[in-house]
Each structure stands twice: as structure tokens, then as C-alpha cells.
């Protein structure tokens, strides 16, 4: 063996392999990953878990929770479902797996639903900033905003993104409502303004909520479509044809997963 050097920071590679050359085979199996053998085989193969994002949403109305948890159906009652942000939140993150998997219709879901999201958010931004406007020209009197004495804490864990832009808009719209209890409590607000701002707004909300169900199974990979098989012929009967963008995947929604990614995350 070469003598070893006294100061091996200033070496060439070549120069520290030729003074640390040995004949002896080492005796540190090869690790997994291609992992430096240093270091020991149990700190390789003990890797850390999926990934997950939690948070918390904290709302002060009852208008908004219910929007939280939706409602069932229950055709005794002639009752029709209220798809709420959990649900929405799972058929998303079921519509992005299957956009994943190179679906073209959950590709045009992912699409529609998120630019319904954006309008709705601008909505909500809007109203929003009149009310807060309205509140603070009131002739030098402060007015304190309604919130609950008790308001509830609901943790979040999405898979996706559009779980989170969903509460954010949820959120936004809980103080919309906040803000027109207190408008309507000092005369600055009425009821056909109730009806126009804050009834208008759920609404739009449960409409995008609900688009979340429009995704129906079909199976077809867009493979098959441009193969013209008979999944594709099938499909394309019956849920009609896609724009050729969308077809081709040349326009996607900005938050669609990659095609074929497997993300390190968990509902």
C-alpha cells in the first residue's frame, strides 16, 4: 500500500485512490438504493413514511360548518344530498388518481371543477371587501364583527390540493356570513341583501362542491383513444367527446397530479 499522505484535503481523486488502494474486499454488504456502505444497513432500510399535509379550520357560523359536513340523502324525506367539503375533498383526491393513471374525462373534471373554484373565490374576495367596506363607513362608531364564543376547531387532512383550496374558500366564506350578521344587526344590511349575498354564495359553493360527483368510471387511458379501441368507442358513447387539448393533454389543471406519478402522501 502507498504511504499515506499527510494532508488528504488538497489530493487529486486520483492521487486519495491510489494512497488508500488495498487489496482486502470490503466487509459491508452492498446496501439498498445504492446506499454509501458506511453507513449501516438498518439506517437504509428503515425509511420514513408517506407524506401528509394536516392543518386545522377554525369557523365561527352555522351556515358555514354545515357546508363542512354536507348532508345525506334520505328519500323518505324527499331529502337530496349536500355534497360538504369532506366528501368533495374524497371524490377529488378519487378523480386525481384516476387523472394520474392518464384518464382524459377525470382530466376534464379536474379542469372544470378548478376553475369553478377560482370564480367562486373571487365571489366570496368580493363580498367580502364590501362588507368589510360597508362596516367602516359608519360615521365614527367601531363595529366589532360577529364571532362565536365557542367556535369550532375541525383538523384537515387532504390528499390533494383541492381539499385545501376548497377550506380556504370555506373559511372566506364563513367570515362573508360573520360579516353580514353584522351589517344586518346595525341596519346596514337587509334581508334582500341577505338573499343576494350570502344565500348566493352557499349556493355557489354547494355547485362546486357537487361537481366533484360528476366524474363517472370509464375506464379509457388516452392510449385507448388514440388506438380508437373499444373502450375508447365506449367511453366516448357514452360521455361524449372531449376537446382534442384536453384529449392530447396539452391543457391541464394547474394542481392535476403528474401522469403516472405516485405521490408520497395520504387521505
Same mark, same amino acid.
Given at each position: 500500500?502507498?504511504?499515506?499522505?499527510?494532508?488528504?484535503?488538497?489530493?487529486?481523486?486520483?492521487?486519495?485512490?491510489?494512497? $488508500?488502494?488495498?487489496?482486502?474486499? =470490503?466487509?459491508?454488504?452492498?446496501?439498498?438504493?445504492?446506499?454509501?456502505?458506511? *453507513?449501516?444497513?438498518?439506517?437504509?432500510?428503515?425509511? =420514513?413514511?408517506?407524506?401528509?399535509?394536516?392543518?386545522?379550520?377554525?369557523?365561527?357560523?352555522?351556515? @358555514?360548518?354545515?357546508?363542512?359536513?354536507?348532508?345525506?340523502?334520505?328519500?323518505?324525506?324527499? &331529502?337530496?344530498?349536500?355534497?360538504?367539503?369532506?366528501?368533495?375533498?374524497?371524490?377529488?383526491?378519487?378523480?386525481?388518481?384516476?387523472?394520474?393513471?392518464?384518464?382524459?374525462?377525470?382530466?376534464?373534471?379536474?379542469?372544470? *371543477?378548478?376553475?369553478?373554484?377560482?370564480?367562486?373565490?373571487?365571489?366570496?374576495? &368580493?363580498?367580502?371587501?364590501?362588507?368589510?367596506?360597508?362596516?367602516?363607513?359608519?360615521?365614527?362608531?367601531?363595529?366589532?364583527?360577529?364571532?362565536?364564543?365557542? =367556535?369550532?376547531?375541525?383538523?384537515?387532512? $387532504?390528499?390533494?390540493?383541492?381539499?385545501?383550496? @376548497?377550506?380556504?374558500?370555506?373559511? &372566506?366564506?364563513?367570515?362573508?356570513?360573520?360579516?353580514?350578521?353584522?351589517?344586518?344587526?346595525?341596519?346596514?344590511?337587509? &334581508?334582500?341583501?341577505?338573499? /343576494?349575498?350570502?344565500?348566493?354564495?352557499?349556493?355557489?359553493?354547494?355547485?362546486?362542491?357537487?361537481?366533484?360527483?360528476?366524474? /363517472?368510471?370509464?375506464?379509457?387511458?388516452?392510449?385507448?383513444?388514440?388506438?380508437?379501441?373499444?373502450? @375508447?368507442?365506449?367511453?366516448?358513447?357514452?360521455?361524449?367527446?372531449?376537446?382534442?387539448?384536453?384529449?392530447?393533454?396539452?391543457?391541464?389543471?394547474?394542481?392535476?397530479?403528474?401522469?403516472?406519478?405516485?405521490?408520497?402522501?395520504?387521505?
Amino acid at each position: 500500500m502507498a504511504k499515506k499522505p499527510d494532508n488528504i484535503l488538497s489530493m487529486a481523486d486520483d492521487e486519495f485512490d491510489e494512497a $488508500f488502494a488495498t487489496d482486502e474486499k =470490503p466487509s459491508t454488504p452492498v446496501h439498498d438504493d445504492d446506499a454509501d456502505t458506511i *453507513v449501516t444497513p438498518d439506517l437504509v432500510n428503515k425509511r =420514513p413514511g408517506m407524506l401528509r399535509t394536516r392543518g386545522e379550520l377554525v369557523l365561527h357560523t352555522r351556515s @358555514a360548518h354545515r357546508l363542512f359536513y354536507g348532508r345525506r340523502r334520505d328519500d323518505k324525506k324527499n &331529502q337530496k344530498p349536500i355534497i360538504g367539503l369532506i366528501r368533495f375533498a374524497l371524490n377529488m383526491s378519487q378523480i386525481c388518481d384516476l387523472a394520474a393513471e392518464d384518464d382524459p374525462y377525470a382530466d376534464a373534471v379536474l379542469l372544470k *371543477v378548478e376553475n369553478k373554484l377560482e370564480e367562486c373565490k373571487s365571489k366570496v374576495m &368580493q363580498h367580502v371587501k364590501e362588507l368589510e367596506d360597508l362596516l367602516s363607513d359608519t360615521d365614527g362608531i367601531s363595529i366589532k364583527v360577529y364571532d362565536s364564543v365557542e =367556535p369550532v376547531i375541525l383538523p384537515l387532512e $387532504f390528499k390533494t390540493t383541492y381539499g385545501f383550496l @376548497a377550506a380556504r374558500i370555506l373559511s &372566506q366564506y364563513d367570515k362573508l356570513v360573520r360579516l353580514a350578521q353584522s351589517a344586518r344587526h346595525v341596519g346596514l344590511f337587509f &334581508q334582500e341583501d341577505w338573499a /343576494r349575498v350570502v344565500r348566493s354564495t352557499g349556493s355557489s359553493i354547494r355547485n362546486v362542491f357537487f361537481l366533484s360527483t360528476s366524474y /363517472r368510471y370509464t375506464g379509457v387511458r388516452r392510449d385507448d383513444i388514440a388506438a380508437n379501441n373499444k373502450v @375508447a368507442r365506449r367511453a366516448i358513447d357514452k360521455y361524449g367527446e372531449l376537446p382534442p387539448i384536453i384529449l392530447k393533454g396539452t391543457k391541464r389543471a394547474r394542481y392535476a397530479p403528474a401522469i403516472g406519478s405516485r405521490p408520497e402522501t395520504k387521505h
